[in-house]
């Protein structure tokens, strides 16, 4: 018999390697970009280098270790329904 499941389009590394190309090259874009953009900050530490990247890879690592935390008080058995 042959086997007719279907592939999605991340199935295969070679998609998975060029959206995180894609990924980098808009990360590489927008690092470019603060060379040229004049921003208007509102508090001091806004106008340092790269802030915004920096804040927001903080805040993403903040919430997966505040998620990894919370997973431990709010997850349930696997036969939390079965009883």
């Keep these: ?3 007719h499941e ?4 991340l199935d295969d590394p070679r998609n998975v390697q060029r959206v995180l190309y894609v990924f ?3 990360c590489a874009l927008s690092i470019f970009a ?4 004049k921003r ?6 806004e106008a340092i280098f790269g802030f915004y990247g920096i804040y927001g890879f903080a805040a ?3 919430l997966v270790l505040a998620a990894t935390q919370m997973r431990k008080v709010i997850m349930r058995k696997e036969d939390y329904y079965d009883n």
């Design 1 to 3: 018999m042959e086997n």
């Design 6 to 9: 279907k592939k999605y389009f």
């Design 24 to 26: 980098y090259f808009i």
């Design 34 to 37: 603060e060379f040229f953009i």
């Design 40 to 45: 208007y900050v509102d508090h001091p530490w």
């Design 60 to 62: 993403c690592t903040v």
